[in-house]
């Protein structure tokens, strides 16, 4: 954390600009309370990037949006029923809350909204202490009721009340929790842990969208895996992503200095690494991540003691991807998210034939193939798998990902492999073995699409000869209709 006086300066020059200061005014004359407050104050301490701002008011919603539509560009009413309204001011989103108090019964998924008449009340029922701190607009006056500002330099993440009772009012911040202590590198107190050990079955009053979005936060941090490990120690991942740790103390028979849990984590660490390396400057990739963090789930399932004491893991990846489609399916994915991450778990050991001898022009279109368009983010996934300690091995194991980098772009830019499709068209077969649309056409799309694959480019000439040769082989065998013939002799 910077110095006090640095960050005095910061929140100066933030309560400072146009629109907060635009705000500030408008609710003065209408005479209501305004502060900025949480994240925007947090961070400005922290010296970290201000980027949304949140604000919490004395006014009802139905005030707020009385002060706030004529200095508005635009307004969203979509938080209405919990206090807050969304606006556009020169330009920038804004959030405006009414001071509020929400509590769960215990037994629904939803939190009862109350509205409160205090800032003090506002801040002390907040998830924790570095989020309760408040600048008092226009009046720049820090309001700090539970010692946010000596929580920050201690690095602590502590609640303004007891524990128990902040995760009774809401079960999902002991998921923030973990959030927070990757986000911020904080460490969380003694009580949080113990409350949050203590209360992990609650979560399960929270709505699945909820955890899930939280989960896909922490996975977005710059190092997820603090809050991961907390999430392991206190039970909670076993009710939201139980696999992991189940794979805890799994040994794993490629890296044997490592569980399948430590290695997983590693690979996670790894792969974000290249995603910065590789990408710097995009958003954090969701689908990469949590394809970094499952690709291994399903080595428990498979585990086998061999002769001599080996310990195998057969067809890991296969069981993997369906593990963790079910699990995202659970949680409420997108089918996009799901099927990526299902992809990446299923081919994620692929390459790692490669290295024991050299693959054909074939084998590699295949591989650009059937990872589609997420070649890219396989590329990153493979190279992070590799977590041996072995210089050596590792160094072979790169050089050859390399080679097989180098081998791809030569086939992208002679074959055009990013669109890998058959040298003729449906329309083209249909024409030239005189059919309809029908089943036919597709098994005749297959087979052009695997000689395409097997051997390059044909050509329209070579192609039509070969789909006919194909075509009269396969009305010449008896109980002629089913499968095309294997084009690879």
């Known amino acids: 954390m910077d110095t006090a006086a640095a960050a005095v300066e910061r929140l100066d020059r933030l309560a400072a600009t146009p629109r907060v200061a635009k705000l500030a005014l408008a609710f003065q004359k209408a005479g209501h309370e305004l502060a900025l407050v949480g994240g925007p104050v947090r961070d400005a301490f922290l010296g970290r990037p201000v980027n949304d701002l949140d604000f919490t008011t004395s006014a009802s919603p139905d005030q707020i949006l009385e002060i706030v539509v004529p200095i508005a560009e635009a307004h969203w009413e979509v938080g209405r029923a919990f206090g807050t309204i969304a606006a556009r001011v020169d330009g920038e989103t804004v959030e405006i809350t009414t001071y509020r108090s929400d509590v769960y019964d215990g037994e629904t998924r939803k939190p009862e909204v109350e509205f409160g008449d205090t800032?003090?009340?506002?801040?002390?029922?907040?998830?924790?202490?570095?989020?309760s701190m408040a600048l008092r607009l226009p009046e720049k006056v820090l309001v700090d009721p539970s010692g946010g500002v000596e929580d920050l330099l201690a690095g602590i993440l502590a609640t303004p009340g007891s524990a128990e009772d902040s995760f009774r009012d809401d079960p999902l911040r002991m998921m923030r929790a973990a959030r927070f202590t990757s986000q911020l590198g904080f460490?969380?107190?003694?009580?949080?842990?113990?409350?949050?050990?203590?209360?992990?079955?609650?979560?399960?009053?929270?709505?699945?969208?909820?955890?899930?979005?939280?989960?896909?936060?922490l996975l977005k941090t710059d190092d997820p895996v603090p809050g991961i490990r907390l999430l392991v120690a206190t039970g909670i991942a076993e009710l939201v992503l139980p696999e992991l740790p189940a794979m805890i103390l799994e040994a794993d028979e490629h890296h044997h200095h490592k569980d399948v849990y430590e290695?997983?984590?590693?690979?996670?660490?790894?792969?974000?690494?290249?995603?910065?390396?590789?990408?710097?400057?995009?958003?954090?990739d969701l689908t990469l991540r949590i394809a970094s963090l499952l690709h291994d789930i399903g080595k428990p399932t498979t585990r086998r003691l061999e002769p001599g004491g080996v310990v195998t893991f057969h067809h890991h990846d296969l069981v993997g991807a369906k593990m963790a489609k079910r699990r995202l399916k659970e949680l409420r994915f997108d089918n996009d998210t799901i099927a990526a991450v299902y992809r990446l778990i299923e081919l994620h050991l692929r390459f790692f034939g490669y290295t024991e001898g050299g693959w054909t022009d074939s084998a590699v279109r295949r591989y650009v193939r059937d990872a589609g368009d997420q070649l890219e983010r396989l590329h990153m996934l493979t190279?992070?798998?590799?977590?041996?300690?072995?210089?050596?091995?590792?160094?072979?194991?790169?050089?050859?990902?390399?080679?097989?980098?180098?081998?791809?772009?030569?086939?992208?830019?002679?074959?055009?492999?990013?669109?890998?499709?058959?040298?003729?068209?449906?329309?083209?077969?249909?024409?030239?073995?005189?059919?309809?649309?029908?089943?036919?056409?597709?098994?005749?799309?297959?087979?052009?699409?695997?000689?395409?694959?097997?051997?390059?480019?044909?050509?329209?000439?070579?192609?039509?000869?070969?789909?006919?040769?194909?075509?009269?082989?396969?009305?010449?065998?008896?109980?002629a209709g089913g499968e095309p013939a294997d084009p690879v002799a």
């Not at 290695?263 to 954090?284: D, M, W």
């Open 119 to 131: 800032l003090e009340g506002d801040l002390i029922r907040r998830d924790f202490t570095v989020n």
């Open 187 to 217: 460490q969380v107190s003694a009580d949080v842990q113990t409350a949050m050990t203590e209360r992990a079955s609650t979560l399960e009053i929270v709505s699945v969208e909820r955890v899930t979005d939280e989960l896909s936060k």
């Open 263 to 284: 290695h997983s984590l590693t690979v996670l660490t790894q792969a974000i690494g290249y995603e910065k390396e590789r990408h710097p400057g995009t958003p954090p």
């Open 383 to 479: 190279r992070a798998d590799v977590t041996t300690r072995n210089r050596r091995k590792a160094d072979h194991l790169a050089f050859a990902y390399d080679d097989l980098e180098d081998r791809i772009a030569v086939l992208r830019e002679q074959e055009e492999l990013d669109s890998l499709r058959p040298d003729l068209d449906g329309d083209a077969i249909q024409r030239i073995l005189g059919i309809k649309p029908s089943r036919e056409v597709g098994e005749a799309y297959r087979y052009l699409l695997e000689l395409r694959t097997e051997e390059g480019p044909l050509g329209e000439d070579e192609a039509t000869n070969r789909l006919k040769a194909w075509w009269d082989a396969r009305h010449q065998q008896p109980g």
